[in-house]
């Protein structure tokens, strides 16, 4: 059975703040009619409605995009002329146009913003600050190991660890015409509502070195 080598194991982090690059808006919509297809952007009323005050904050149309429709019927039949929920999402590439965009959407009486997701350019700085912490975590083997006085020979475990801010973040439901329900907090469209813009990700890493024999005195 093959033993295992002299190590030392050494852990290291890196903090790295992630500004949003866009922001996708989730969205319902209570029509008084029940359309379906490509043409509920143009034919439900009050979605259509909704489309209208978007392109004039400067949305372009392919940017909303119909994700279900929910029928409401009475007596159990589903007819033409029955009541529908319509969901959008809405993706939000230019942030300037946000405070725009919500404005749009609460305006609407028919409408209600269910939740926003934040998009990040995580790649790239993720591997920035993967690099940054395996940087760290090998500077400070080499001085635990001239310290101890033992050389490294090399890595003989590495594991990394992704903690994300917004994993343990709860997501705010809003309601049109002011109204705001949320899980875990309270926030008023219209009247200087907060918004996250950022994130922090830390980066962890745990680095099990192998080591030459101690030096006897």
């Not at 400070?140 to 801010?165: H, P, R």
């Not at 439901?173 to 309270?186: L, N, Y």
Request: charged share 25%.
């Amino acid at each position: 059975m093959e033993t295992k080598p002299d190590t030392i194991q050494v852990s290291a982090s890196q903090r790295e703040e992630l500004q949003a690059s866009h922001a996708d808006l989730f969205v319902s919509v209570k029509g008084s009619s029940l359309v379906s297809g490509d043409a509920t952007l143009k034919k439900a009323r009050e979605v259509s409605q909704l489309v209208e005050a978007l392109s004039q904050v400067g949305l372009p149309t392919e940017a909303i995009h119909l994700q279900s429709v929910f029928a409401e019927s009475s007596g159990g039949t589903v007819l033409r002329s029955s009541s529908a929920v319509y969901r959008l999402r809405i993706r939000c590439q230019d942030l300037e146009l946000f405070a725009g965009l919500l404005g749009a959407i609460t305006d609407q009486k028919n409408t209600s913003l269910e939740r926003v997701e934040w998009k990040y350019p995580e790649q790239t700085a993720l591997e920035a600050a993967l690099e940054k912490a395996i940087h760290t975590a090998g500077a400070k083997a080499q001085k635990i190991a001239a310290a101890l006085g033992v050389e490294l020979l090399g890595v003989y475990s590495f594991n990394e660890n992704i903690l994300d801010q917004e994993t343990y973040m709860p997501h705010a439901i809003f309601e049109a015409q002011g109204k705001t329900r949320a899980m875990g907090v309270i926030s008023q469209p219209n009247l200087g509502l907060d918004i996250q813009h950022s994130k922090q990700v830390e980066i962890r890493v745990d680095v099990e070195y192998r080591i030459s024999g101690f030096k006897l005195a």
